[in-house]
């Protein structure tokens, strides 16, 4: 089975500073990785994600993550965070299934903080 | 316009009660799915659908019945409702799988469940 462990579920920056959220995951297979953004109540909206090819991914904000397979990380990284970046942010793997469709496992979330 | 919807986005109920969650989407995709996120914000799927048959159904109880009437609806009915069910249900959904690639899964903005 997959999973995957978020270090920290808080983390707190200076606006303007290195944001960094940690996300390690166990796959028996090549895994396809998701980071995920939940601004108070509301939905899930993709931050950016990868299944093959280039191991340095840009999504969407000015966040970025690079999967390290010899790590088995796929951190998330901003390099000036923004009073708008507060939010939850979710890392997640998928388990291929055939038949039509994918289960994302969550990991538990890092609440962000932005600070003055 | 709106790709994923749920509704209604709050519901308040006693315990015992027998209640209705409706998703729909309007993106053409194939499967959809049910996810539930606890009061910790801890996400896990509970079931999917792929072309209105049901391919996850993860350990739920059976309490919990997903219909889904056709590709771009996927509703979840809950009978005798427990103090344990309040949490916020989400709906999403994806393109079919192929075998080997990943869709990405578009998140309605949720249904706060409080069951009293």
């Known amino acids: 089975a997959q999973s995957v462990t978020q270090l920290g579920s808080h983390v707190s920056v200076s606006e303007g500073a290195l944001v960094l959220l940690r996300c390690n995951y166990s796959?028996?297979?090549?895994?396809?990785l998701f980071w995920y953004v939940q601004y108070p109540n509301q939905g899930l909206q993709l931050l950016l994600k990868y299944t093959t090819g280039a191991t340095l991914v840009k999504g969407i904000n000015g966040f970025e993550a690079e999967f390290k397979k010899s790590e088995t990380s796929f951190h998330l990284t901003k390099p000036s965070a923004h009073m708008s970046d507060a939010a939850e942010y979710f890392c997640a793997v998928s388990d291929q299934f055939t038949g039509g469709g994918n289960k994302l496992t969550f990991g538990t979330g890092t609440q962000l903080k932005v600070e003055l | 316009d709106t790709a994923v919807s749920q509704t209604p986005k709050y519901l308040v109920t006693q315990m015992g009660n027998d209640k209705s969650i409706k998703c729909e989407q309007n993106?053409?995709?194939?499967?959809m799915y049910w996810y539930k996120q606890d009061s910790k914000k801890f996400l896990k799927i509970m079931f999917s659908?792929?072309?209105?048959?049901?391919?996850i159904n993860e350990t739920v109880p059976n309490r919990f019945s997903p219909k889904s009437p056709d590709k771009a609806h996927l509703n979840l009915h809950i009978n005798s409702l427990e103090l344990g069910d309040s949490a916020v249900y989400f709906c999403a959904s994806s393109q079919g799988l192929a075998l080997q690639s990943y869709y990405e899964q578009y998140f309605g903005p949720g249904t706060r469940l409080t069951v009293t």
């Open positions: 993106l053409g995709h194939d499967t």
């Open positions: 796959s028996s297979v090549p895994p396809y």
């Open positions: 659908y792929n072309n209105k048959e049901l391919i």
